[in-house]
């Protein structure tokens, strides 16, 4: 590894730490052994006391409806959603097509982590709450195969109805909202829905669970906007303008409401971490007001989506609802969307290991990007032929680093090589290197996907487990980072031994980035890894092809033609403020000399 390839890779790598730094593993906590609940149908809760039941109007008293709250399941080939007539609201979904990391059944919540409500004011300043009323529940078979299920509550001689939806095949649930012959008595101000969301552990690595979990948002002016994910202080940010869609993002998952109609009037959202309770990784509430005359009027029509983060099926749902999926942001998102979504879908149609999907992807990756490892390369044997001369430089001025350094910038400027000739190429491929960053910890469908022992090559492989936890790597053994890591090393070494400016400290901190890196990506996605060893290993094998066409000899003679052409040229551009640079502290340099004697 030359001094311009070592730039480019220190260039790369303050980059990759300064990024990885908010990402860093921490100790894992307790997991929690919470119970799934069973999936039966209708079955009656305890018997429950209706609540006090408020005043609309004077003349007209509210009628809960006398009764005890049961609860009414309906299902599709993708969910089973459990509601309760006691409010007549959502109070657990089931995602029937995953389970969780642990083999259990995947709840996206339930009646004991989660809880929606919707509530309104009277005109005689009451506030009426959903889960006061007890709810006539009637379920029949719609269009197409969809289950639809209507909650009635008598109120004031008018009535709150609520219908749900479900279609076959589907991970969405159309809600409708009406206030019949209520407008006498509901006060004109919008009406308040809360979803409040004590998200559980899923996935593997719980930080990362947790550093993925949060709540994103969409205004109806077209901007899309979320709480930070990574954060451990309280999040909370308040709509000023109508609100598109809401949704409770966990990690792999997505649990969202969509206004089909008239935006929501606005919203506000907030996320907590406790990080003493094991049970919940994070708890997210969102609180949304809905026009009262829109509900009044029978045009309260909103959806829920209840599903996999999955971008395919999310770009579907709404405008930018694809964003609850993270691919980067600029320019890495735009690689991730365009270049690899579609290679990695397209060949996923025909191959069913993803371990070789992501083999392929490399390669096919490699064989576009081989015309700037070429020029890399290139670079690297232009310093190998000068070798000779910065030899002789080095010789001559001995221990006098600096003066090395400007002669040797002299030496680069007569022969025609530019400094950055060997990292400039490099750097052309960070869009890639960090869309990958994004890509592996964030592709559902490398989820629970197994390759030789990586149980899943969205989270960490766990080779052998450590008796202790160990600051920085974690209490596993990753077998891909240590592949990657050792054949990273054999790449610098066998590159450090054809080198022709790399000495002292640059070469000492060459070994020392893929040290660091076996650290810091030891809990990364198994995937990112297993990507970049396979990416090493095809590096090799370029760099041999690579090197049969490169010429020493005619290297040489258009090196030798280039000193004759810039005999008299004056260093510029880039190379010119170097050599500046470099005269000014040799100066600094002789000057402090001077005053120490």
Request: aromatic letters at 12%.
């Amino acid at each position: 590894m030359d001094k311009n390839s070592a730039t480019g890779l220190f260039l790369i790598s303050a980059l990759l730490l300064v990024y990885l730094f908010f990402f860093s593993p921490k100790k894992p906590e307790e997991k929690a052994a919470g119970k799934t609940p069973a999936a039966t149908t209708a079955a009656p809760a305890p018997a429950a006391t209706p609540a006090a039941v408020p005043t609309l109007a004077p003349e007209a008293a509210l009628d809960t409806t006398a009764g005890v709250a049961k609860d009414v399941t309906v299902a599709n080939a993708n969910l089973n959603i459990t509601f309760s007539t006691r409010g007549g609201r959502v109070t657990a979904v089931r995602l029937l097509k995953y389970q969780t990391f642990f083999g259990k059944p995947l709840d996206l919540f339930d009646a004991k982590s989660a809880r929606m409500d919707t509530r309104f004011r009277t005109l005689d300043g009451k506030t009426v709450k959903f889960s006061d009323l007890v709810f006539q529940s009637v379920a029949v078979q719609g269009a197409g195969g969809a289950s639809v299920v209507t909650f009635t509550a008598p109120v004031a001689g008018g009535s709150i109805v609520q219908t749900y939806t479900l279609p076959a095949n589907s991970y969405e649930l159309a809600y409708t909202l009406r206030l019949n012959g209520l407008e006498r008595a509901v006060a004109q101000e919008p009406l308040t829905f809360t979803f409040v969301d004590r998200v559980r552990q899923t996935e593997q690595d719980l930080q990362q669970n947790r550093n993925h979990t949060t709540i994103n948002h969409y205004l109806a002016a077209g901007d899309q906007g979320s709480l930070a994910e990574a954060s451990e202080n309280p999040e909370e940010y308040k709509a000023t303008g109508p609100v598109k869609w809401a949704a409770h993002k966990h990690d792999f998952f997505v649990a969202g409401l969509i206004a089909d109609q008239q935006p929501f009037a606005g919203g506000a959202f907030n996320s907590n971490v406790n990080l003493a309770d094991s049970s919940t990784i994070k708890t997210l509430s969102t609180t949304l007001t809905l026009p009262v005359n829109e509900v009044t009027q029978g045009r309260g029509q909103y959806r829920f989506f209840f599903g996999p983060n999955s971008f395919n099926l999310l770009k579907n749902v709404a405008p930018e609802f694809d964003r609850n999926v993270y691919l980067g942001w600029g320019l890495f998102r735009w690689v991730n969307r365009f270049v690899v979504l579609p290679v990695f879908h397209f060949l996923e149609q025909y191959i069913g290991s993803y371990g070789l999907i992501i083999a392929l992807l490399v390669l096919l990756i490699k064989l576009v990007t081989w015309p700037l490892t070429y020029k890399t390369y290139e670079g690297q044997a232009r310093m190998k032929v000068l070798k000779p001369e910065i030899d002789e430089l080095k010789e001559k001025y001995g221990d006098d680093a600096t003066k090395v350094q400007q002669e040797t910038m002299k030496l680069y400027q007569t022969f025609g090589v530019s400094p950055l000739g060997g990292c400039v190429p490099t750097l052309l491929t960070l869009p890639i290197l960090f869309a990958m960053f994004q890509f592996f910890p964030n592709a559902i469908e490398l989820r629970q996907q197994s390759f030789l022992w990586a149980k899943d090559l969205s989270s960490y492989d766990v080779f052998a487990r450590l008796p202790i936890y160990v600051k920085w790597y974690g209490d596993h053994i990753s077998m891909f980072t240590l592949l990657m890591t050792a054949s990273t090393l054999l790449m610098t070494w066998q590159s450090n031994q054809t080198n022709t400016a790399m000495q002292g400290p640059m070469k000492t901190y060459s070994y020392l980035m893929p040290i660091i890196f076996l650290f810091v990506l030891n809990s990364f996605a198994a995937g990112l890894t297993w990507y970049y060893f396979v990416s090493n290993v095809i590096t090799f094998a370029q760099q041999a092809v690579t090197k049969a066409f490169v010429d020493d000899t005619k290297i040489r003679a258009q090196l030798d033609a280039n000193k004759i052409k810039n005999k008299d040229k004056k260093p510029g551009g880039i190379q010119g403020r170097i050599a500046e640079a470099m005269k000014a502290a040799q100066e600094r340099e002789a000057q402090a000399k001077k005053k120490q004697s």
